[in-house]
């Protein structure tokens, strides 16, 4: 898991929306090993942000933003 969010952190930090809602989604699951709600919550708005439908339908069932 740590391998997967380590390639995945590489491509958010290019700005690379489905990478920004993978890691989003592995830090808001409160079953996580590695959750981290701040940090879940900036990456599920960076991708939403560009444009992202997964991360945008998040906010919208989810009533966040």
Not at 31 to 58: C, I, K, T, V, Y
């Given at each position: ?49 560009a ?15």
């Amino acid at each position: 898991l740590k391998d997967a969010a380590a390639l995945l952190q590489k491509s958010a930090e290019q700005n690379f929306p489905p990478a920004q809602h993978a890691l989003a989604v592995m830090f808001l699951d409160p079953n996580s090993p590695l959750q981290n709600r701040p940090e879940g919550h900036r990456l599920m708005q960076a991708a939403a942000d560009a444009g992202f439908p997964p991360a945008q339908e998040f906010f919208k069932s989810s009533g966040l933003h």
